[in-house]
Structures are given as C-alpha cells and as structure tokens.
C-alpha cells in the first residue's frame, strides 16, 4: 500500500510569483486535506477535496486554490506569492466516509523571498 | 468553533521516566480528539485518536491518552521514556458531527530526553 506523497520536497520562490504543490493521496482514499504549517506552529487547514469538489475551507485568502483530480491526487496553487507563505505544506488523505483518520504526507516546504 | 490549547511548548524528561504531555479542548459539539507525532524534517504520524467509545485509547509507540470530558482534557502519556521518542507533538480536535475531519491543531510540545 503506497501512502501519501508529496512534491517537490523543497521550492524557492520570489514574492509575487505562483507555485503549485502536488500531493497524490493513499491508495483507496478519495478525500484530500491541505494544511499550512509555519515554522514553530501547528498546521492550520487550508481546505479539503472530496470527490473533486471543494469540501470545506479554512481562513485563507482566494489567491489559495486547489485542484482533486479523478484519481484523486490534488494540487495547491497558491498566487501573488508574499513573505508569509513560506512554510511546510502538508497534503493528507482519508477514506471514503470523510469521518476517518488523515494521513499526512511528508510535505513540501516553500521559502518565499 | 473548536480549539485545543497544548500546555508547555517545551518538556524535558529523563530517559526511563513518565512522558506526560498535555492538551486541553473547546468545543461545542462531541469531539474527535487526536495526538499525531512530527519527527524532524518528516510529515505528522497518528499517534492515536479518540472518536467514541473506551476513553482510554492506546496508540503506538506504548502511548496512551486518556479523554476526561469534566476536565476537557485529552493528555497523552507514556510509562517509560525511549531517546527515539524526541519529537514534536500535537493535539487536535474536528468536531464528530461533521461529514468530514477538519482538524484544528494546537502550538505543538517539543519532547526533549534527556539521556
């Protein structure tokens, strides 16, 4: 059983420009977390896809969006890149009945400068 | 609106001694109470999870956490600290009546043993 993965593992970017992080969920999962993490924080939930539909999303700007593919791997893009956006971003999956445990990927970390 | 307050962002313990790191709830409605694990450089590792039910739960590891609703409490625990046990941990809560998990973290303890 493969878990989840994530990439590219680390990212550079300069402030105004746009990324986009990959994350391909656990096999036989069809719902997909994001979750920000600032250095010395908790991670903070981005959003979450089920079905390849927006589930739910936590108190981040527009410029944030995502994308569940059919076989349910996602992407984060995130626009007009600024300092605060660097991080470690964290993709987690769950089962079929959206009341199960996430499982975390290894994350991306993203340096904005 | 849900929220988990982790006391002490830094605990140090000896090698062989109890590891007691504690996480205290808000909610409104029935939560779901989680410990995850973050090792250096690594993504989070379930730990355990209480949802319903025993409210002892035993996770990985040899940990265990207790949920005590008249102290809104959820602290996990381990008889004997092993040096592999240094980490990042966290506490989270989603609510139970929700058709998905949405957790909310806390700050994080940082595990520190000492050898």
């Known amino acids: 059983e493969t878990g989840v993965t994530q990439s590219p593992t680390h990212l550079i970017k300069t402030r105004g420009q746009q990324v986009t992080l990959r994350c391909s969920s656990q096999?036989?999962?069809?719902?997909v977390s994001w979750y920000q993490q600032a250095l010395g924080q908790g991670p903070q939930f981005i959003f979450q896809y089920y079905r390849e539909e927006e589930n739910g999303r936590g108190n981040f700007p527009p410029r944030f969006s995502g994308l569940q593919f059919p076989n349910y791997s996602s992407e984060l893009n995130v626009n007009a890149l600024e300092l605060d956006d660097s991080a470690l971003y964290l993709c987690a999956s769950s089962g079929t009945s959206g009341k199960e445990t996430q499982y975390f990927g290894p994350g991306t970390r993203l340096l904005v400068l | 609106a849900q929220s988990v307050t982790q006391l002490g962002s830094h605990v140090s313990v000896s090698e062989g001694a109890l590891v007691l790191l504690r996480c205290n709830y808000s909610s409104s409605v029935p939560p779901y109470l989680f410990w995850y694990v973050q090792y250096p450089n690594q993504g989070l590792q379930l730990l355990l999870k209480y949802t319903t039910g025993a409210t002892l739960v035993k996770g990985i590891n040899g940990f265990e956490a207790e949920f005590k609703k008249s102290e809104t409490s959820f602290h996990l625990t381990k008889p004997s600290a092993h040096m592999s046990d240094a980490a990042e941990y966290f506490c989270a809560v989603s609510p139970s009546n929700f058709g998905n998990e949405k957790l909310t973290f806390g700050t994080g303890t940082r595990l520190t043993i000492i050898p």
């Open positions: 096999s036989g999962h069809n719902t």
